[in-house]
């Protein structure tokens, strides 16, 4: 192999890729924190450290990774910003392990639609874009399985609404995308999904119980149990065009205090 020529003054005009003016940009060479975060952040997603896991004591990286203790711990405070571990002082204290969820990503895109100025309609819209073709999907490839679990979710709902703790129920969307078994769109979708939760629970912790919001909540359940009906059918277009009906509606109903609401910051 052939001697590599250092990149210096002389050499830097050759090595620029043409039309950059100034020559390449200069290398940054990472922290040594960093790269231990890294290689802790691969362990996490590739599921070599699962949810729940404790990473090994501080004085035990320090000597594998042969690095000081303010370089460990410059290193978890990466990774907590991440929320990919939590770390506990004391003699039973540590770094947890956490796993990548949805609701993070759901924080974020929640930023970064309010500084767009995006309003609720914005993402209203994105999901009847998105779950229409989706229960086609599930009705064409999967409509027996999916039919059974969407039921499921169904009397999920049917009874946390009577107890007046639907908020804990498990959501009919995203159990929809979920039966795609298409992990990016589960992903985009979960996010959305977020999203809405968050603004539908401050609408409903604002309204009184009433006759009208019981008849739109079993309107709800019927609408969905219809859908279901069209996946046992395996009739993908008819699931397709009644979920676009019922997202459209969906909206018309939530979006009460006007479409140009926007997207507001998440309240911890």
């Known amino acids: 192999m052939a001697a ?14 043409e039309g ?6 200069p290398i940054r060479v990472p922290k040594t924190a960093e790269l231990v975060a890294d290689e ?17 004591p501080e004085a035990q990286i320090i000597a594998n990774f042969a690095i000081s203790r303010p370089t460990v711990r410059e290193a978890f405070r990466i990774l907590e910003s991440e929320k990919l571990i939590s770390v506990s002082r004391g003699s039973r204290g540590g770094a947890r392990v956490h796993t990548p969820k949805a609701e993070h990503v759901a924080r974020y ?10 309003s609720y309609a914005d993402v209203y819209q994105a999901r009847a874009i998105i779950e229409p073709p989706s229960a086609r999907q599930v009705a064409e490839t999967r409509s ?25 129920a498990v959501n009919f969307h995203s159990k929809l995308i979920e039966l795609t078994g298409n992990q990016t769109l589960i992903l985009l979708s979960g996010a959305l999904d977020g999203i809405v939760a968050r603004f539908q629970a401050d609408i409903t912790g604002k309204l009184a ?15 969905q149990e219809k859908l279901v009906e069209y996946i046992a059918a395996r009739d993908g277009a008819a699931a397709e065009a009644h979920w676009r009906r019922h997202m459209e509606n969906a909206a018309k109903v939530w ?6 609401e926007a997207v507001v910051d998440w309240a911890d």
């Open 4 to 17: 590599r020529e250092p990149l210096n003054k002389s050499t830097a005009s050759r090595a620029a890729p």
């Open 20 to 25: 950059m003016a100034g020559g390449p940009r």
């Open 40 to 56: 802790i952040r691969r362990l996490i997603t590739s599921g070599k450290l699962k949810d729940g896991d404790t990473l090994q």
């Open 109 to 118: 895109a929640a930023y970064v639609l309010q500084t767009r100025q995006a």
């Open 144 to 168: 027996r399985e999916a039919a059974v679990a969407l039921r499921e979710v169904i009397e999920t709902q049917r009874a946390a609404g009577q107890t007046h703790r639907l908020g804990r």
């Open 209 to 223: 119980p009433s006759p009208k919001n019981r008849r739109s909540f079993l309107a709800g359940l019927k609408s």
């Open 255 to 260: 979006l009460i205090r006007g479409d140009g």
